[in-house]
Antibody, heavy 119, light 107 residues
Framework: QLQLQESGPGLVKPSETLSLTCTVS??????????WGWIRQPPGKGLEWIGS???????YYNPSLKSRVTISVDTSKNQFSLKLSSVTAADTAVYYC???????????WGQGTTVTVSS | EIVLTQSPGTLSLSPGERATLSCRAS???????LAWYQQKPGQAPRLLIY???SRATGIPDRFSGSGSGTDFTLTISRLEPEDFAVYYC????????FGPGTKVDIK
């Protein structure tokens, strides 16, 4: 059974870079036709897609965050990562990683990790 | 960017009642690439419906999705106690966006 687990610092200072990793277990991140993505949810608010990386390595980003986001994959570790630069308090949220099959919805999610931006 | 609007914002119903949730897109969603998710407090979202009308694995048949183009509907035929939650629609035909959510609470 495929599982995803987010990891990374829970506290990041303003203007710094937020870095998170999603570890995939029970399956290969190199499996064809899957997108691996990041989604966030500010406290008490809705879901916001940050971006995704396709199994081939192609990346897709939310236009509103594109200038600050980098998503990459490390197939040797079966992980994919998120970097969000120049963070502000508005980036405080629960960050989720998730898998989406081409043509389908996000069917496997991590449990989420809370990131607070504060000095 | 395709903007999704969900209505109503909150739906107050009793167990056993039928719930009808609406999701409207600012432009046509290609290939009916529209999904619905359920989220309970403190939990990650759960995929219910993809491709506008296909139930995800393990989802009870009281959940059904319909629609095409710009208008989509999630129907819960008879609400069970565990169905009271927030529901989000998502389009993935052009980039990817989520709707603001509909909260289904107990009347």
């Amino acid at each position: 059974q495929l599982q995803l687990q987010e990891s990374g610092p829970g506290l990041v200072k303003p203007s710094e870079t937020l870095s998170l990793t999603c570890t995939v277990s029970g399956g290969s991140i190199s499996s064809s036709s899957y997108y691996w993505g990041w989604i966030r949810q500010p406290p008490g608010k809705g879901l916001e897609w940050i971006g995704s990386i396709y199994y081939s390595g192609s990346t897709y980003y939310n236009p509103s965050l594109k200038s600050r986001v980098t998503i990459s994959v490390d197939t040797s570790k079966n992980q994919f990562s998120l970097k969000l630069s120049s963070v502000t308090a508005a980036d405080t949220a629960v960050y989720y990683c998730a898998r989406r099959e081409g043509g389908g919805g996000m069917d496997v999610w991590g449990q989420g990790t809370t990131v607070t931006v504060s000095s | 960017e395709i903007v999704l609007t969900q209505s109503p914002g909150t739906l107050s119903l009793s167990p056993g009642e039928r719930a009808t949730l609406s999701c409207r897109a600012s432009q046509s969603v290609s290939s009916s690439y529209l999904a619905w998710y359920q989220q309970k407090p403190g939990q990650a979202p759960r995929l219910l419906i993809y491709g506008a009308s296909s139930r995800a694995t393990g989802i009870p048949d009281r959940f059904s999705g319909s629609g095409s183009g710009t208008d989509f509907t999630l129907t819960i035929s008879r609400l069970e106690p565990e169905d009271f939650a927030v529901y989000y629609c998502q389009q993935y035909g052009s980039s990817l966006t989520f709707g603001p959510g509909t909260k289904v609470d107990i009347k």
